[in-house]
């Protein structure tokens, strides 16, 4: 094929592909700016999971954040679906709306009730990780001394299982994340979360972790950040260099992307003023104070399917890495106990 006719090729492949993106990069917050969340539908991504809640937030916040992103899609009904299961990614997507459910960041959004994993459950979040980057009362964090995964933290795991909430590692430690896959019954992801053989910062995960999590039935979403590709390089190539790498370790089946992206709005809070503000969570040394940290794009999923292509990757291949594989692990991680 000539260079349109790869990129037309490409262009197809993602407009007929679930695409799937498992974590956004909007803090989150009740007076959090919404309003441009159709970019995501735009570029082409069908499902998109939005994070409600982190460590950093005193618990209430979240459940204030929960309250008003809720009210905020639910006035957008007609381009925004709030989804409960994977039939309604589907059904959101054959109706061209943005399917929206919500995640968590950390075990202090439960105020150490164990209760409250079904009630968010309830309000539609569907994956939550347990430490976001500093230790709590039920796991280790990435940039901290990782203290393991507590016996709250293997209740929480349960109850995860239990109402079908996927569990996530990123931002946990390494020690922290092997304790809570092994835990799992169900698939464990690491949503967005690179691999340090490439880039040697403490939010990136090691191969003995991509391997455990594949282990699981799980999948390995490749974070968009530059300064977690390496560099603050943000470009098609570094991305697909790190999907290369995982696909390699584990597998096609066990790769995907949540790029931590947000869209561009006026409202939008300055990333670098907010992780200045609270050195403790993201420590110097890391590179958060690297000024205009750059994002790569969902709309350059078409370039990456073109450079995945060149290093042989199926169309199948290709399509998992777009949605499929994410949809796979979702699938087995949503469903309860019966």
Same mark, same amino acid.
């Given at each position: 094929?000539? =260079?349109?006719?790869?990129?037309?090729?490409?262009?197809? #492949?993602?407009?007929?592909? @679930?695409?799937?993106?498992?974590?956004?990069?909007?803090?989150?917050?009740?007076?959090?700016?919404?309003?441009?969340?159709?970019?995501?539908?735009?570029?082409?991504?069908?499902? !998109?999971?939005?994070?409600?809640?982190?460590?950093?937030?005193?618990? +209430? /916040?979240?459940?204030?954040?929960?309250?008003?992103?809720?009210?905020?899609?639910?006035?957008?009904?007609?381009?925004?679906?709030?989804?409960?299961?994977? $039939?309604?990614?589907?059904?959101?997507?054959?109706? %061209?709306?943005?399917? !929206?459910?919500?995640?968590? =960041?950390?075990?202090?959004?439960?105020? %150490?009730?164990?209760?409250? !994993?079904?009630?968010?459950?309830?309000?539609?979040?569907?994956?939550?990780?347990?430490?976001?980057?500093?230790?709590?009362? $039920?796991?280790?964090?990435?940039?901290?001394? *990782?203290?393991?995964?507590?016996?709250?933290?293997?209740?929480?795991?349960? =109850?995860?299982?239990?109402?079908?909430?996927?569990?996530?590692?990123?931002?946990?430690?390494?020690?922290?994340? @092997?304790?809570?896959?092994?835990?799992?019954?169900?698939?464990?992801?690491?949503?967005?979360? &690179?691999?340090?053989? @490439?880039?040697?910062?403490?939010?990136?995960?090691?191969?003995?972790?991509?391997?455990?999590?594949?282990?699981? $039935?799980?999948?390995?979403?490749?974070?968009?950040? %530059?300064?977690?590709?390496?560099?603050? *390089?943000?470009?098609? &190539?570094?991305?697909?260099?790190?999907?290369?790498?995982?696909?390699?370790?584990?597998?096609?089946?066990? !790769?995907?992307?949540? #790029?931590?992206?947000? +869209?561009?709005?006026?409202?939008?809070?300055?990333?670098?003023?907010?992780?200045?503000?609270?050195?403790?969570?993201?420590?110097?040394?890391?590179?958060? *104070?690297?000024?205009?940290?750059? #994002?790569?794009? +969902?709309?350059?999923?078409?370039?990456?399917?073109?450079?995945?292509?060149?290093? %042989?990757?199926?169309? /199948? *291949? #290709?399509?998992?890495?777009? $949605?499929? &594989?994410?949809?796979?692990?979702?699938?087995?991680?949503?469903?309860?106990?019966?």
């Amino acid at each position: 094929m000539n =260079e349109q006719d790869t990129h037309d090729w490409a262009t197809g #492949l993602v407009k007929t592909a @679930l695409v799937w993106d498992a974590h956004a990069g909007i803090f989150p917050g009740p007076d959090t700016d919404l309003s441009k969340i159709t970019q995501w539908r735009a570029a082409g991504v069908d499902y !998109v999971s939005l994070n409600v809640g982190f460590d950093v937030m005193a618990w +209430p /916040d979240t459940l204030a954040t929960l309250s008003a992103y809720r009210c905020l899609l639910g006035a957008m009904s007609d381009r925004v679906k709030i989804i409960k299961t994977t $039939g309604d990614i589907k059904a959101a997507r054959a109706s %061209g709306q943005l399917g !929206v459910s919500f995640d968590i =960041e950390g075990v202090n959004a439960l105020n %150490g009730d164990i209760g409250m !994993v079904s009630v968010y459950h309830d309000l539609g979040v569907r994956q939550m990780l347990l430490a976001y980057n500093l230790n709590n009362v $039920g796991s280790g964090g990435c940039h901290d001394d *990782d203290s393991g995964l507590s016996d709250f933290g293997r209740e929480v795991i349960a =109850e995860m299982n239990r109402v079908g909430m996927m569990l996530d590692c990123s931002h946990m430690g390494e020690r922290s994340s @092997l304790q809570a896959m092994a835990c799992s019954e169900k698939p464990a992801v690491f949503t967005h979360s &690179n691999p340090v053989a @490439l880039c040697k910062h403490q939010r990136n995960i090691t191969d003995d972790q991509i391997r455990v999590c594949a282990e699981t $039935g799980g999948v390995v979403g490749i974070n968009g950040m %530059g300064i977690f590709l390496g560099d603050n *390089d943000a470009s098609a &190539n570094t991305f697909v260099r790190h999907v290369v790498h995982v696909a390699d370790l584990v597998g096609p089946v066990h !790769v995907g992307f949540g #790029l931590d992206w947000k +869209p561009t709005s006026n409202k939008a809070p300055d990333l670098g003023a907010i992780l200045a503000s609270r050195p403790d969570y993201w420590p110097k040394g890391q590179n958060y *104070d690297t000024k205009g940290i750059r #994002l790569f794009h +969902p709309e350059g999923l078409v370039e990456v399917v073109k450079l995945l292509k060149v290093y %042989g990757w199926s169309d /199948d *291949d #290709l399509r998992g890495f777009l $949605g499929g &594989n994410f949809l796979r692990a979702a699938t087995q991680s949503w469903v309860g106990a019966q």
